[in-house]
């Protein structure tokens, strides 16, 4: 299907919930409610046929004198009250008996919709022969009578519909009805059902996002660099929470496509890195390879939880790249998505993993597909789910600096940490070893880095601080902030392996890898003039635009 990207929120529904009250003491099973003290009862969250808490109260707000045992014990099935609710119930009385006159009685429902319409039904029974008819007054935003009498009864209830008052809440006053004959004046409240409509709530929902292809995108986002093997555990979902789950290929791809759209439409929430290059294959060779089909799988997954799978990919083309994905889960849905030039379109499906823990996206061409090579995409993935506890714990450590960086006054190192389940960092540095501290920021702990833009307060004596709740990481040893200019540029000249082809992430490249081990110390910077495709020959003309920068020896810096 096609997903509506301005819907993803499921549409509001509206559902019908009861609730269900006995008073006395002879329990009834749940649902039922159960309020046994005639004096002074309260619950403060009434549990719905739903099984969902209702978050609505009930009190004794006016007392009963207590509680009769000798109602009916065969109720007509057809009211749906137990024997156990149609067998007790409140009474009060207008003569004196057992020390006590109660003419009247009263409980409260509170926590009630103020826009919303509850239906009651009142149940009450005592063995008798004479007339034992009691009046309850309903008081909410209007007021209703009602009458029943008790006298045997099993079959007989007493209905009536109201709004609550302004603040929320809905009276029910029982006193004895004008034929009610008994010499005492009792009357009797045995059990309710209280019938509304509701919206029940929205779960709140987490996200991972999944980018695949060589141009990172930002934390929250996952990157998947390696289209024949790539893999990530425990993957971080868009809250900052660390999940079970992981991402994997199994179905090897052809290789990574940059030609995707950079403009995509902001409503469906994919950033321009995310949409820009995908995982490609074909069924044509193409780059000495034919790969007909290429596949993902989301594994360690919550067999009784859904999840629903948004897909989007682009490439700039006027012909028909439509992809196929078969997605398999607890069942297999097909999905289908041209990608040529898309900016706005994508697919989803929601469905349970298999039995395995797993859910499969293999992608092929489309039946539509009218390329040659038969060209399909895989760009970007986002995969929603009921809000969960976050797992395996708590932890903060700082990576960066740890001791011995030499951090000139102006520029901007990156402050790092590696973090697990924590929303926000407090950063902080010191530049007398620890004895005061200065505030740097507070940002969130996903992104993993802080561009720092050096303070000027050159000292030998400098650490840098992290804290979250209880957890605080400090630098294990001093670092230099210095006043220092000078500057040492190393240009790395070379074709495709210096750019970064071949390398399982752009950060495991070989110039990369040399880059973060100079960062250590800010005087150091790799310019990386490698292009795929390019001879030294055609790069050196491009170094002729550097001929006025003043660069340092390699030898005389120790390199």
């Given at each position: 299907m096609v997903y509506d990207h301005e819907n993803i929120d499921p549409p509001v529904t509206t559902s019908r919930d009861t609730l269900l009250v006995d008073f006395g003491n002879n329990l009834s099973p749940a649902p039922w409610n159960n309020v046994t003290d005639p004096v002074a009862g309260t619950l403060e969250d009434l549990l719905g046929v739903s099984g969902l808490p209702s978050g609505v109260s009930i009190q004794v707000t006016d007392a009963f004198n207590n509680i009769n045992t000798a109602g009916s014990q065969m109720p007509d099935p057809a009211i749906g009250f137990p024997a156990t609710a149609t067998g007790d119930s409140f009474f009060g009385n207008v003569a004196p008996f057992g020390g006590q006159q109660q003419p009247t009685g009263a409980v409260t429902l509170g926590n009630l919709a103020a826009d919303t319409e509850y239906a009651l039904d009142i149940f009450a029974s005592r063995d008798a022969t004479d007339n034992r008819e009691a009046q309850y007054i309903i008081a909410g935003a209007t007021t209703d009578t009602v009458y029943l009498d008790a006298a045997s009864n099993a079959s007989m209830v007493a209905s009536a519909a109201v709004y609550p008052n302004a603040e929320g809440m809905i009276t029910i006053t029982a006193s004895p009805g004008p034929n009610n004959t008994n010499g005492s004046g009792f009357y009797y409240l045995g059990a309710i059902k209280v019938s509304f409509d509701y919206t029940p709530p929205v779960p709140a929902l987490d996200t991972l996002l999944v980018d695949f292809g060589n141009n990172l995108s930002p934390a929250p986002w996952i990157n998947i660099t390696d289209p024949v093997a790539g893999q990530v555990a425990l993957m971080t979902n868009e809250n900052g929470a660390q999940t079970p789950y992981g991402i994997r290929i199994f179905d090897a791809f052809n290789n990574i496509n940059t030609a995707g759209t950079v403009t995509p439409d902001p409503t469906i929430d994919f950033p321009a890195t995310a949409t820009g290059d995908s995982f490609f294959g074909n069924i044509t060779e193409f780059g000495g390879q034919v790969q007909p089909t290429g596949g993902v799988e989301l594994y360690n997954m919550n067999t009784e939880k859904e999840y629903t799978l948004v897909l989007f990919a682009s490439r700039t083309a006027t012909d028909n790249r439509e992809a196929q994905y078969v997605v398999e889960g607890a069942v297999v849905d097909t999905l289908y998505l041209d990608a040529a030039s898309n900016t706005d379109s994508l697919v989803m499906t929601t469905l349970l993993p298999a039995a395995d823990g797993t859910i499969r996206v293999t992608a092929s061409p489309g039946p539509n597909n009218t390329n040659g090579s038969g060209f399909y995409y895989l760009g970007a993935m986002k995969v929603i789910y009921a809000e969960e506890e976050a797992f395996g714990g708590y932890s903060l450590a700082l990576t960066a600096p740890v001791g011995g960086e030499y951090w000139q006054v102006g520029k901007t190192p990156s402050i790092r940490w590696n973090s697990t389940n924590v929303d926000e960092v407090i950063?902080?540095?010191?530049?007398?070893?620890?004895?005061?501290?200065?505030?740097?920021?507070?940002?969130?702990?996903?992104?993993?880095?802080?561009?720092?833009?050096?303070?000027?307060?050159?000292?030998?004596?400098?650490?840098?601080?992290?804290?979250?709740?209880?957890?605080?990481?400090?630098?294990?040893?001093?670092?230099?902030?210095?006043?220092?200019?000078?500057?040492?540029?190393?240009?790395?000249?070379?074709?495709?392996?210096?750019?970064?082809?071949?390398?399982?992430?752009?950060?495991?490249?070989?110039?990369?890898?040399?880059?973060?081990?100079?960062?250590?110390?800010?005087?150091?910077?790799?310019?990386?003039?490698?292009?795929?495709?390019?001879?030294?020959?055609?790069?050196?003309?491009?170094?002729?635009?550097?001929?006025?920068?003043?660069?340092?020896?390699?030898?005389?810096?120790?390199?």
């Amino acid at each position: 299907m096609v997903y509506d990207h301005e819907n993803i929120d499921p549409p509001v529904t509206t559902s019908r919930d009861t609730l269900l009250v006995d008073f006395g003491n002879n329990l009834s099973p749940a649902p039922w409610n159960n309020v046994t003290d005639p004096v002074a009862g309260t619950l403060e969250d009434l549990l719905g046929v739903s099984g969902l808490p209702s978050g609505v109260s009930i009190q004794v707000t006016d007392a009963f004198n207590n509680i009769n045992t000798a109602g009916s014990q065969m109720p007509d099935p057809a009211i749906g009250f137990p024997a156990t609710a149609t067998g007790d119930s409140f009474f009060g009385n207008v003569a004196p008996f057992g020390g006590q006159q109660q003419p009247t009685g009263a409980v409260t429902l509170g926590n009630l919709a103020a826009d919303t319409e509850y239906a009651l039904d009142i149940f009450a029974s005592r063995d008798a022969t004479d007339n034992r008819e009691a009046q309850y007054i309903i008081a909410g935003a209007t007021t209703d009578t009602v009458y029943l009498d008790a006298a045997s009864n099993a079959s007989m209830v007493a209905s009536a519909a109201v709004y609550p008052n302004a603040e929320g809440m809905i009276t029910i006053t029982a006193s004895p009805g004008p034929n009610n004959t008994n010499g005492s004046g009792f009357y009797y409240l045995g059990a309710i059902k209280v019938s509304f409509d509701y919206t029940p709530p929205v779960p709140a929902l987490d996200t991972l996002l999944v980018d695949f292809g060589n141009n990172l995108s930002p934390a929250p986002w996952i990157n998947i660099t390696d289209p024949v093997a790539g893999q990530v555990a425990l993957m971080t979902n868009e809250n900052g929470a660390q999940t079970p789950y992981g991402i994997r290929i199994f179905d090897a791809f052809n290789n990574i496509n940059t030609a995707g759209t950079v403009t995509p439409d902001p409503t469906i929430d994919f950033p321009a890195t995310a949409t820009g290059d995908s995982f490609f294959g074909n069924i044509t060779e193409f780059g000495g390879q034919v790969q007909p089909t290429g596949g993902v799988e989301l594994y360690n997954m919550n067999t009784e939880k859904e999840y629903t799978l948004v897909l989007f990919a682009s490439r700039t083309a006027t012909d028909n790249r439509e992809a196929q994905y078969v997605v398999e889960g607890a069942v297999v849905d097909t999905l289908y998505l041209d990608a040529a030039s898309n900016t706005d379109s994508l697919v989803m499906t929601t469905l349970l993993p298999a039995a395995d823990g797993t859910i499969r996206v293999t992608a092929s061409p489309g039946p539509n597909n009218t390329n040659g090579s038969g060209f399909y995409y895989l760009g970007a993935m986002k995969v929603i789910y009921a809000e969960e506890e976050a797992f395996g714990g708590y932890s903060l450590a700082l990576t960066a600096p740890v001791g011995g960086e030499y951090w000139q006054v102006g520029k901007t190192p990156s402050i790092r940490w590696n973090s697990t389940n924590v929303d926000e960092v407090i950063l902080s540095y010191s530049t007398d070893n620890g004895d005061s501290w200065t505030a740097i920021d507070t940002v969130s702990a996903i992104a993993g880095a802080y561009p720092w833009t050096i303070p000027n307060t050159p000292s030998e004596q400098c650490l840098v601080r992290l804290s979250a709740d209880t957890l605080v990481s400090i630098s294990p040893e001093v670092f230099e902030i210095a006043d220092d200019s000078t500057v040492c540029r190393i240009v790395v000249l070379g074709s495709s392996t210096a750019e970064g082809t071949g390398a399982s992430s752009p950060d495991s490249s070989w110039v990369n890898r040399y880059r973060a081990s100079l960062s250590r110390n800010t005087r150091y910077e790799v310019v990386n003039l490698a292009r795929g495709g390019y001879t030294t020959f055609h790069i050196l003309q491009r170094v002729h635009r550097f001929h006025r920068v003043s660069m340092c020896s390699l030898t005389k810096n120790g390199i």
